[in-house]
């Protein structure tokens, strides 16, 4: 089967800089992609990984090592509103897209 | 720009009733989603649509059923309603795949 699999809870302080680790187990692959959710609303998209490496997109970066079936997604100079849930997606399938469980994200001041 | 459009926001539901959740996306995207959301399971994919005329099943489709109306249209039909059920729905569409555009959610509650 498909899974994802994300720590299920990170703190950290104001003005830090925090990793969110995602492993997955999926038949096919087509990318890894992160979505940040603030408690009653949407998911958003944060970044994408087609290839190996590093994408950095302002405070946020992500990284997918394919030979590992593992990525991570790190935020720097954490601002209070940053605190929201992060998933990491996979594509299995061209058009199908499979969420982790998601990392709750706490940012003390 | 509406983006990705989904009624009703909110819903209460009987055991044993139906209901359809609609959602219409505008930004003429070929891909569409249906995810169901409860607390410390993530994003479950319910059904997708690659893409117009085509739709299929994904993680947890039992107890619903889909219908790509169009382009633009894609809503999810619960028959009989069940407390299991009760979730926050999302819909999402997406061009390439790789950035997946989500409605603002459905809160459905079946008692």
């Known amino acids: 089967g498909q899974s994802l699999e994300q720590p299920s809870e990170v703190t950290a302080v104001e003005g830090a800089i925090v990793q969110i680790n995602c492993t997955y187990q999926t038949s096919g692959f087509y990318g890894l992609s992160w979505y940040q959710q603030h408690d009653g609303g949407a998911p958003t998209f944060l970044s994408y990984?087609?290839?190996?490496g590093l994408e950095e997109t302002g405070r946020f970066s992500s990284f997918l090592s394919r030979s590992d079936s593992y990525g991570y997604l790190l935020l720097q100079e954490l601002q209070m509103k940053d605190s929201a849930s992060y998933f990491c997606a996979v594509g299995p399938g061209t058009y199908k897209y499979i969420f982790g469980t998601g990392t709750r994200l706490k940012v003390l001041a | 720009n509406a983006g990705v459009t989904q009624t009703p926001k909110f819903q209460v539901l009987k055991t044993g009733q139906s209901m359809t959740l609609q959602c219409a996306q505008d930004m003429n995207h070929n891909s569409m989603y249906w995810y169901r959301q409860d607390p410390g399971m993530g994003l479950r994919l319910i059904y997708y649509?690659?893409?117009?005329?085509?739709?299929d099943k994904g993680e947890v489709p039992n107890g619903y059923n889909v219908s790509r109306l169009n382009k633009r249209e894609f809503s999810l039909r619960l028959e009989s309603a069940a407390p299991s059920q009760t979730s926050v729905y999302f819909c999402?569409?997406?061009?390439?795949?790789?950035?997946?555009?989500f409605g603002e959610g459905s809160w459905l509650t079946v008692v």
């Open positions: 999402a569409s997406t061009f390439t795949g790789n950035t997946i555009y």
């Open positions: 649509s690659a893409s117009e005329g085509t739709t």
């Open positions: 990984n087609a290839l190996d």
